[in-house]
């Protein structure tokens, strides 16, 4: 892997940054959806020119020739991601599957690469990628772990775990950890609401810790940026959960916190107390009667 100059992607949003512009010692060549849409085309090639990337018309011409395809997006494109590239992966080539979906998805897909004669690895992404970039850590599972390890490592990731030897163990960890962490966004943004409108904000946060100000302004808009992609994860993460028998009521739940806050149109770079005015606004703002 001395000699890597070329990285293909499938997806190109936040955490396609870590392969991307920087300084990256390699070409990259990228297929994002969004370049279908004729409202987002524009706004897509001015993050490739941005990234120093070079966008492609569709997932074959992304990955055809590739050593390795990383496929970073929503989940609920997971498996057609691996389904639409595997026809065009190079044999033996490195399907870095880093999608935030179940076992079973993970291993959909793995079965779909492996047919056409590449290894999938399963690679769990444990933190946001801005601001670490290639510090970010990584989990990853599969027969061909080492290989992917290797590679990331020429790469510059320095913080990747190897956890497994079967797909779908990484990506457990993944979920099941998302059960705590999105969950807390969700309760964030229930309590915050509640709070607000009691007209017992300050006090609420007070009580709870001189951290918890920042913390919940984090939380609420992390689930106005990205609660559609979050909501898509949590539906994943219900059926990692029902398939280990575990009734997934508050996995379930914190899907629709963070679908109805990801549909709300917040813009991104608004201060804490506008943000949580926003929201409680877009819900209706109505006590229910005593």
Known sequence: MDGLTDVRLIGFGEAAMAFAGDGAPWAATVFDIKTNDPSQRAQKAADYAANRVTGADGVGPAVT??????????????????????PFLAPG?????????????????AAAI?????NHIDVAVMAPVHPGRRATPLLLSGPEASAAAAALAVMGFSNVKIVGSQTGQASAIKMIRSVMVKGMEALAAECAVAARRAGVLDEVLASLGPGWPADIAYRLERMTSHGGRRAEEMAEVAATLSALGVPPAMASSTQGWQDRLGRMGIAPDLDADTRLAAIDDALGNKRNPA
Do not use: E, F, H
């Open 65 to 86: 020739g590739g050593d390795i395809v990383v496929s970073l997006v929503t989940a609920g494109q997971a498996l057609v991601s691996a389904r639409s590239a595997a």
């Open 93 to 109: 080539a490195l399907y870095l599957d880093m999608n935030s979906v179940a076992p079973a998805t993970k291993l959909a897909a």
């Open 114 to 118: 492996a047919a056409a004669g590449g």
